[in-house]
């Protein structure tokens, strides 16, 4: 349900009052936005206290060879796909959320071909050379999770889920090929160069090896709108396309590929995010603001949410994370700013000495929700920072590094071809 806008009042004014030294927000001030279960864009669930490691699943064994390299691909519901490559070799399979076991359905040997899951639970496979010699082509999940009869279809390089449907890249023919279940054929077009592929649920993300960027329309794979020198950012309600060109904007688009706005002589404010935040662009020709001005959008709305300007503030090493923006100060101390609502949560302090792990400096944020963010070093060890505070709330130990991603909002680490899900708080 979406919560009550902000109206003008005395509310507002203490608000605005109470934060004015760092965030000025008057009239574009909006409170209320979707809570979306998903967990996109860095947001995870709760971690406020020290997580135990929830399961762990061993993803090599699915290879004959040691060393497989795996990862989550995708999710359903409580079903994760997950991949185990070697020499190019995908071996895919279906793992339970709640435990991590195993699904009674067989693994699939893919080849140098990859799969994807769709929204009905069903998997959908571009084979090629796989090494149980079944025919190169494209395949489906039947009742019981066996790979169905072939179906004729173009090699792909990448496979994408689109609703109850698949999507299918080819670098070869520069296509993308939209195909059901059984299949048959939706549509199929040309690029100009290899395509990669981000989907949403109005709108298809294409962006080729020549950095262009279309959005394409996936009833039909009309093009919606393209660019050149530019990319794409797929959020929970819409898209920004960064202009890198001579010009620097950011356009917003709805998810059905409709024009909002756009944030000239803008750029985008790095990390995953749940909402796009914008500042002054560089390298415009221009001499840079003296200080840090950040607005922050939702994609589908023509009025920012808010704005957050301070003298204090720098254009530099600014970040958004999950449910956070964290915002740098002359002083390298950092702002801790709620991304939906603009407020500041907190602060983190510059450390007084040398601790690598707790110097967010050195860091990279994994996820973040109002609560807690997460920082990652360069072994994969976890930070986690109470936003309110500043202080670390929690590390993980030693022996728990690796490659830290998020799954459903689960804080994941693979490590030597484990698995490891952490249990939310």
Partial sequence: ???????????????????????????????????????????????????????????????????????????VGSTWLVRSS??????????????????????IDA???????????????????PLDNRPDGFYSTQDGGSLGPRHDAPVA??????????????NIENSVTRITPDGKTVWQREFDSAPALTTTDGSIIVQTASARTYLIDPTNGHEQYSCASCTATAYADGIAVQQNGNHRAVDFYRLNGSHVTTADRQELLHGPSSLPVVTAASGTGELPPVQ?????????????????????????????????????????????????????????????????????????????????????????LLTAFDTHTGHVAWETPDELGGTPAIVDGYLTIVANGVLSVLAPS
């Fill in 157 to 170: 390089t990448e496979v994408a889920a689109q609703g109850d449907d698949f999507l299918l890249a080819n």
């Fill in 292 to 380: 840090g001005t950040f607005v922050a959008y939702d994609p589908s709305r023509k009025t920012a949410l808010w704005k957050a300007t301070n003298p204090q503030l720098s254009t530099a090493a600014a970040i958004t994370c999950g449910d956070i923006a964290m915002l740098r100060k002359f002083d390298d101390s950092r702002l801790i700013l709620g991304l939906h609502s603009g407020k500041q949560l907190g602060k983190i302090m510059r450390p007084d000495g040398p601790d690598p792990r707790r110097d967010v400096r050195g860091l990279r944020c994994v996820g973040a929700n109002t609560s807690r963010m997460v920082f990652a070093d360069s072994s994969g």
């Fill in 1 to 75: 349900m979406r919560a009550a806008k902000w109206r003008p009042g005395m509310g507002l004014v203490v608000l605005v009052l109470s934060v004015i030294t760092v965030v000025s927000v008057g009239a574009m001030m909006y409170a209320g936005y979707d809570d979306h279960p998903d967990y996109t864009g860095g947001q995870i669930r709760g971690y406020d206290k020290q997580p135990d490691v929830k399961w762990t699943a061993d993803l090599g064994s699915l290879q004959p060879q040691v060393g497989a390299d795996v990862s989550v691909i995708d999710s």
């Fill in 86 to 107: 070697i020499n190019q070799d995908n071996v895919f399979a279906t793992l339970d959320s709640s435990s991590g076991k195993r699904s009674a359905a067989p693994a």
């Fill in 111 to 129: 080849g140098f071909g990859q799969c994807a899951i769709a929204d009905s639970g069903v998997i959908g496979c571009s084979v090629q050379s």
